[in-house]
């Protein structure tokens, strides 16, 4: 299995405070992604990673920042997290971006 | 931007043959891949498609006609274990990973 591990795997939150999961990553792969999935929408990209402080946003990146500062992690925060922000949300990683990805378990993130 | 449309569920018997479509909009990429997602779990990769035509990995094949802007994932001897959410998913050269919307498979005995 490819070394990948998302930190916490659940967490239940209360509106309006601050959030960040972890993605963590023994593979020396290039890309790193944050998506969140949610019924009937697939897997969206927050933010992505191609490289060491090289970041960008992705089609739903509004309320989320992220952070590389070396090759292995990849943080995801939710500055101030909505109810809308209730989702499950996985990372990935790929070596080059014509080979495969391969994600995390997942996070179970629920703000009430 | 990109944009990937597959149907959302496809049913089908075990034994059969089924094909799950995926069409796109995309301004340019590198390829096309495949993912399965079993209820619970976390996606994993089943083909990739640099090029044009089929790929074949043991029970699943996958398609490509980048002049059709359209691709396809083909599952034959169907399982029950079959049962699960399929993706495509293509990587742009603006250097990120993008999903379709994804197709649920319901394989009946």
């Known amino acids: 299995d490819a070394g990948i591990t998302q930190s916490p795997r659940h967490k239940v939150t209360e509106t309006g405070t601050p959030v960040t999961l972890r993605c963590h990553q023994t593979?020396?792969?290039?890309?790193m992604y944050w998506y969140r999935q949610d019924p009937g929408h697939g897997l969206r990209l927050i933010h992505y990673s191609y490289g060491v402080k090289d970041t960008d946003k992705g089609e739903v990146s509004d309320g989320y920042s992220v952070s590389r500062s070396k090759t292995e992690d990849f943080l995801l925060t939710l500055e101030s997290a909505t109810s809308s922000q209730t989702s499950v949300y996985f990372c990935?990683?790929?070596?080059?971006?014509?080979?495969?990805?391969?994600f995390g378990q997942g996070t179970r993130l629920t703000v009430v | 931007g990109q944009s990937l449309e597959q149907p959302s569920e496809v049913t089908a018997v075990e034994g059969a043959i089924v094909q799950i479509n995926c069409t796109y909009q995309?301004?340019?990429?590198?390829?096309l891949s495949w993912y399965q997602q079993h209820d619970g779990g976390a996606p994993t990769f089943l083909s990739y498609?640099?090029?044009?035509g089929l790929e074949e990995t043991g029970r699943f094949s996958s398609f490509l006609s980048r002049s059709d802007s359209y691709g396809y994932l083909l599952l034959q001897e169907l399982q029950m274990k079959d049962s699960a959410s399929y993706f495509c998913?293509?990587?742009?050269?603006?250097?990120?990973?993008?999903f379709g919307t994804g197709t649920r498979l319901l394989v009946s005995p």
């Open positions: 498609n640099a090029l044009d």
């Open positions: 990935a990683i790929q070596r080059d971006t014509n080979t495969e990805a391969f």
């Open positions: 998913a293509v990587s742009p050269r603006d250097q990120k990973l993008v």
């Open positions: 995309t301004s340019g990429f590198y390829g």
């Open positions: 593979e020396n792969h290039r890309y």
